[in-house]
């Protein structure tokens, strides 16, 4: 499964647009790329996935280049209610693959 | 949106006893998960399940951990002789099927050993 690179915490203002990057550099074939959101003490909830390109839904973006070693999760216009740990995994989860997660992003959104 | 539930969301239990975690996966779904996350730590795999066996096992799934699917709606993750460290919060999670479907998580239930 690729290792994936992602700040630790980032600090926002309601309103404003929030971007995490993630770095991804050893993305195999067949890997696709999927965010998940975990507030404290509750089980995480998925966001996004994609392949390549650009991927929306009513919640969030995800910006994928060309050589897919890095991926961007847009969310626009966040609100307090968003402060969370954003979490990038990358595999291909055909099958029963399982989720690896890492440290992930934590975002905290301030008034 | 679909639910994963689980039960207890609260369980304290004494070293050395027997506990049992219980969770509803999403009707329908093939893959059945559990994970777990020690306070302040990420969210780590123990174990996935297909077709009423064991298709993958972390280290952390030892000899005192098991899951069964008592029956067609239930899926628990039992742990033999509770320890210190088992303290954390456990998700089940579920996918539809074999495709790259979205993985569901529960809310968790947190398990403290005194």
């Known amino acids: 499964l690729a290792k994936t690179t992602q700040p630790i915490s980032m600090d926002s203002y309601e309103g404003q647009e929030v971007n995490i990057t993630c770095s991804h550099n050893n993305i195999a074939t067949n890997d696709y790329i999927t965010w998940y959101q975990q507030f404290p003490s509750q089980g995480p909830r998925f966001i996004i996935q994609g392949y390549k390109t650009k991927v929306t839904n009513e919640v969030a973006s995800l910006f994928i280049p060309a050589d897919r070693k890095s991926s961007t999760l847009s969310l626009p216009r966040v609100s307090l209610s968003d402060t969370a740990v954003y979490y990038c995994?990358?595999?291909?989860?055909?099958?029963?693959?399982?989720?690896?997660f890492g440290q992930g992003t934590e975002l905290s959104v301030k008034p | 949106e679909p639910e994963v539930t689980q039960t207890p969301s609260h369980q304290v239990t004494q070293m050395g006893q027997e506990v049992i975690l219980r969770c509803v996966p999403i009707s329908n779904h093939l893959y059945f998960y559990w994970y777990r996350q020690i306070l302040g730590q990420k969210v780590e795999f123990l174990v996935s399940f297909y077709n009423n066996e064991i298709s993958e096992k972390s280290e952390i799934f030892d000899d005192q951990f098991s899951v069964e699917r008592p029956d067609g709606s239930n899926f628990t993750l039992k742990i033999r002789s509770t320890k210190l460290e088992d303290s954390a919060m456990y998700f089940c999670?579920?996918?539809?099927?074999?495709?790259?479907?979205?993985?569901?998580f529960g809310e968790g239930s947190w398990l403290t050993v005194v």
């Open positions: 999670a579920s996918k539809r099927d074999h495709g790259r479907n979205t993985i569901y």
């Open positions: 995994l990358v595999g291909d989860y055909n099958q029963g693959g399982k989720l690896i």
